[in-house]
């Protein structure tokens, strides 16, 4: 009869021997937990217990697998789920070491991060084809770029569109995400959720804040449906009708016509290779003002450049002298590869979100259907925001905070960001040639990221009507900035440039 428990052997540390402990319990195959969440549970108590001290290196994969009689497939989810958890990181050629467990790391009011497997009763356009008769502006406008995006076209003919294409993401990533919640209480899935969000999700949110070194407790963060509800919450909060807010110009355009209709005035202030033009946003902050200034720090939307560490300094201490508060919106975190490619300075780290407001979310790397975004703030701050969430939508959907918290809290997430990471690698470089072989001027393509700004050296409004009447959505510039005066510059999506017909019509246009 096969023996169906296996004592853990000693885990050991080359870093740090003497702090490993001498033996582990048993593994069992017949306890009802999986093997992975017996490996999770133990390393947790052993790290939690100073057994395992800060900075020990733990085994290889395989010597792991080898040592306990387990496969490597195994230890590697594992070691996956201890770091999503906040208890290992990874560094890249050298293995896997104990973390560093700051106080708040443990939620300190509201207790440890809630693994997905306990109990939930303590868990707290038509679809068709694609019509080019229909798609000619009357007038280009965010409006006219808006509903074409959402209309049923192809995402290799969408090279001004703003997602990435379904086979580029994980599709059963999430669907075995639904599953999993299916299969979880009925009852809590036909209630209202809580009104800040789901709480487990807000305990691992807090861990993923840490790593871009932003404190933020479970009580300060508040989900939201997307970053877009984020930003409308936190503009609704601030502005009254008359008051003023900065925007980069370029930037993302859907807000300019959400905060004009609230009754304010939206001023754009240069957005630079490294940051904006602080000059400029001294003088007219003086001029103005402003309540706020939304900003795109890390891989800024259309351009991919990234804030560097000597403007995020300049910014903050411009919002001091003038009172205003910052809304650093970094829905691309991460596309962005982390330290050694470019700077990735968050302004919320330095301030630690008593002058900033941090948004996030998973639109962009998991699933926009989903619409699973959260604000950071000031505890007073989360407070009020979620007082006003719950006055327009009442609460988020729980279903899909409760896939996200599945997908991040067991590891899966940060294998498929970096598979993300190197296919935006692979394709980004080919297509800033390609576009510069066909006549557009690239000079401010970045290393990152999934957009490149591109100037045609004409209008693109221009350019827009043409590729439309072939069925193509191009993304001109003119709509990216508050004025949305003509404009020779243009959005690029490296990720949906695999048709060969874009780059016939280029070509044929802009051949030189």
């Not at 693994?115 to 280009?140: K, Y």
């Not at 990234?306 to 903050?316: E, G, H, R, W």
């Amino acid at each position: 009869m096969t023996n169906t428990a296996t004592r853990l052997k000693p885990v050991t540390s080359p870093a740090s021997s003497a702090n490993a402990p001498t033996t582990l319990p048993l593994l069992s195959r017949e306890s009802g937990d999986s093997l992975v969440d017996q490996i999770v549970r133990t390393v947790q108590s052993r790290i939690d217990d100073k057994l395992l001290r800060t900075g020990a290196r733990m085994p290889s994969i395989r010597q792991f697998a080898d040592l306990h009689s387990v496969s490597r497939f195994t230890v590697v989810e594992a070691y996956d789920r201890l770091v999503a958890q906040g208890f290992l990181e990874s560094r890249r050629g050298s293995g896997f070491y104990v973390r560093e467990r700051s106080p708040v790391a443990g939620a300190a009011t509201t207790g440890t991060v809630l693994p997905l497997r306990s109990n939930p009763a303590q868990s707290g356009n038509e679809h068709g084809a694609f019509d080019n008769g229909a798609a000619q502006p009357q007038q280009l406008d965010v409006v006219w770029l808006v509903r074409n995006m959402f209309r049923q076209m192809p995402p290799q003919k969408m090279p001004g569109g703003g997602l990435l294409p379904p086979d580029w993401l994980d599709g059963d990533l999430i669907g075995n995400g639904l599953r999993s919640v299916g299969r979880q209480n009925q009852s809590l899935l036909l209630t209202y959720g809580t009104p800040q969000g789901f709480l487990p999700l807000r305990q691992q949110l807090q861990l993923k804040l840490a790593e871009l070194e932003i404190t933020a407790a479970p009580e300060q963060i508040v989900m939201t449906s997307g970053v877009t509800q984020g930003l409308d919450i936190v503009a609704r909060h601030f502005l009254r009708p008359g008051d003023v807010i900065f925007v980069d110009d370029p930037a993302w355009f859907l807000m300019f016509g959400s905060f004009a209709a609230m009754g304010a005035k939206v001023v754009g202030i240069p957005r630079l290779a490294d940051g904006p033009d602080i000059a400029k946003l001294a003088e007219l902050a003086a001029l103005h003002k402003p309540r706020l200034y939304v900003i795109n720090s890390v891989l800024h939307n259309p351009t991919s450049t990234s804030l560097s560490a000597a403007k995020a300094f300049q910014i903050l201490r411009l919002a001091e002298e003038h009172d205003f508060t910052i809304v650093e919106d970094d829905i691309y975190c991460d596309m962005h590869p982390g330290a050694g490619v470019q700077a990735a300075t968050r302004i919320a780290a330095l301030d630690q979100l008593q002058r900033v407001i941090y948004l996030g979310g998973f639109s962009k790397t998991l699933s926009a259907n989903l619409r699973v975004g959260f604000i950071a703030t000031s505890p007073e701050l989360a407070r009020h925001l979620s007082d006003r969430k719950m006055l327009s939508t009442l609460t988020t959907s729980e279903i899909g905070e409760r896939v996200i918290y599945k997908i991040l809290s067991e590891g899966h997430y940060r294998k498929h960001a970096e598979r993300l990471r190197n296919r935006l690698n692979g394709v980004r470089d080919k297509v800033v040639r390609q576009l510069e072989r066909v006549g557009l001027d690239t000079g401010l393509a970045t290393a990152s990221g999934m957009f490149i700004w591109t100037d045609a050296g004409r209008d693109t409004n221009v350019l827009t009507e043409k590729a439309m009447a072939q069925g193509f959505l191009l993304a001109p510039g003119s709509l990216f900035s508050p004025n949305q005066l003509p404009s020779t510059k243009m959005r690029i999506n490296v990720a949906s440039m695999s048709d060969p017909g874009i780059w016939r019509f280029l070509d044929e246009e802009l051949g030189r």
